[in-house]
């Protein structure tokens, strides 16, 4: 499943991707992570927990979690993003400079950890992915926002079936729109989705997340009315769902929140 890894790694992403330091939007988005988190392990708030985010960046995910009652460390190699996290949370959050396949932690001793829109950007994923597992303590959770290849519009250029492409042609494309030399992200069909978790019990939350938005704090990117739509037609619609939302525990077990018009669907 592995590619030839070719690239170099983003040391410094928070300096040219500017959404990673729109607070509002990644504290919206952190809301939405904490509501899947809290009800995959059926707890009324983190408190308790010792929780990583994976990739940090400028720390906005990792402060809500700490604000959520979670112990909570970030790691990134994104430096300048690193050095802005201390500044503004270091109080609350323990930031370290780190890889994501490298983390600096002991077996078995995470909770929850967050990979969010992230493992498209690293160079080796399925290293991540291990090194992850390897800190969770059994029954813990890794919480997963994740892209995939069919998206139509990609999300980092704006770019319809930009992800669809091979590696050369992606690179054409991006330069007659005059977005880049070349096009460095790299997702995975679904089904490499799946494999590459493949050592998980993953559940789907992105049925439950379009079906309540409210309940999930995703009324930033997920429409009232969407509320609205019968569940046959929303899993109709999940292959055009550019990002999904999946909560994945190490070692067998299932969502213990109260339940919910649209219930989270095992993925295996």
């Known amino acids: 499943?592995?590619?030839?890894?070719?690239?170099?790694e983003q040391l410094a992403y928070s300096e040219?991707?500017?959404?990673?330091?729109?607070?509002?939007?990644?504290?919206?988005?952190?809301?939405?992570?904490?509501a899947v988190v809290q009800h995959?392990?059926?707890?009324?708030?983190?408190?308790?927990?010792r929780a990583v985010d994976v990739g940090c960046s400028a720390g906005f995910i990792a402060?809500?979690?700490?604000?959520?009652?979670?112990?909570?460390?970030?790691v990134d190699i994104d430096e300048p993003g690193l050095a802005k996290a201390r500044a503004r949370f270091g109080e609350r959050v323990d930031f370290r400079l780190a890889r994501g396949e490298d983390l600096p932690f002991d077996d078995?001793?995470?909770?929850?950890?967050?990979?969010?829109?992230i493992y498209e950007h690293v160079v080796d994923p399925e290293a991540v992915v291990a090194d992850?597992?390897?800190?969770?303590?059994?029954?813990?959770?890794?919480?997963?926002?994740?892209g995939h290849r069919w998206q139509v519009i990609e999300p980092h250029h704006r770019l319809p079936f930009l992800s669809?492409?091979?590696?050369?042609?992606?690179?054409r494309y991006l330069r007659a729109a005059g977005k880049g030399e070349h096009y460095y992200e790299r997702y995975y069909t679904p089904a490499g989705l799946r494999r590459l978790f493949a050592a998980y019990d993953v559940w789907d939350y992105t049925l439950p997340v379009l079906a309540d938005p409210g309940a999930f704090a995703a009324g930033d990117?997920?429409?009232?009315?969407?509320?609205?739509i019968p569940e046959p037609a929303l899993a109709a619609a999940l292959p055009l769902v550019p990002t999904y939302v999946w909560a994945a525990f190490k070692g067998e077990a299932r969502p213990a929140g109260p339940p919910l018009r649209v219930a989270p669907r095992h993925v295996g």
């Open 40 to 49: 995959a392990l059926g707890v009324p708030s983190l408190a308790g927990l």
């Open 108 to 117: 078995g001793t995470v909770d929850v950890a967050v990979l969010n829109h």
């Open 16 to 34: 040219t991707m500017a959404k990673m330091l729109d607070e509002q939007g990644r504290r919206q988005k952190a809301a939405k992570i904490v």
């Open 63 to 74: 402060d809500e979690l700490a604000l959520a009652g979670a112990t909570t460390s970030g």
């Open 132 to 146: 992850i597992h390897r800190v969770l303590r059994p029954g813990g959770l890794l919480y997963l926002g994740i």
């Open 164 to 171: 669809w492409l091979p590696r050369a042609a992606a690179d």
């Open 1 to 8: 499943m592995s590619e030839p890894q070719d690239r170099e």
């Open 221 to 228: 990117t997920v429409p009232a009315w969407a509320a609205r």
